[in-house]
């Protein structure tokens, strides 16, 4: 049992030191990008600047191997004309879509939380003072006892919401914008 745990032990530290030795040659190979410690440099007649010891980067013309296309002309590409028309396909898909957009009924989106309180005359008046200010938005007056909610709108996104509460800041100072599950095309 000790032989065949010392002879693991040896495998596994010959395995170490192979693995050690590959990467140390890899890495012996390769240098480092960049400048070198030497930058010694010297002005042409030309008042051109060059670094001595530079390597001589190679040029070659590849031209010769580049394939050979000629140019489209104008009149071959007026001349394709359209072979798989999807006009009507798209149309019925675009019609079922529609018809099952009309059935959708709830969306996520934001309300205004204008009133929460347990006194129902302020709830109601509140409620009267909004439906002056803004008859176009709907009221959502909910009461969960003791609570009284006055919600007002049907917004899908935060921008609209904003822009109503700015105009009940002056009723309703407290009012916040809250996310809520709204009616979607729900007449007055």
Known sequence: MKNKILQMK???QLLVT???FGILSACAGSKASGTSGDNKTATTE???????????VRTEDLSAYRP?????????????APTNHVNE???MLLDTLAAANKNIKYAQG???????????KTAFDLRKTVVNQLPEEREYLTYVQPT??????DFYTRMEANEVLQQLRN??????????????NRPK
Request: no cysteine.
């Open 18 to 20: 192979v693995l050690f």
């Open 89 to 91: 396909k798209v149309e």
């Open 10 to 12: 040896k495998q596994y």
């Open 68 to 80: 050979k296309v000629a140019a489209p002309s104008e009149t071959a590409a007026a001349a394709i």
């Open 148 to 153: 009284f909610k006055l919600k007002i709108g």
């Open 46 to 56: 030309t008042g051109k600047t060059v670094r001595k010891n530079a390597k001589k």
């Open 110 to 120: 934001y309300r205004i939380l204008v009133y929460t309180g347990n006194d129902r």
């Open 171 to 184: 009723i309703a100072p407290n009012a916040s914008i809250i996310s809520e599950q709204i009616n979607v």
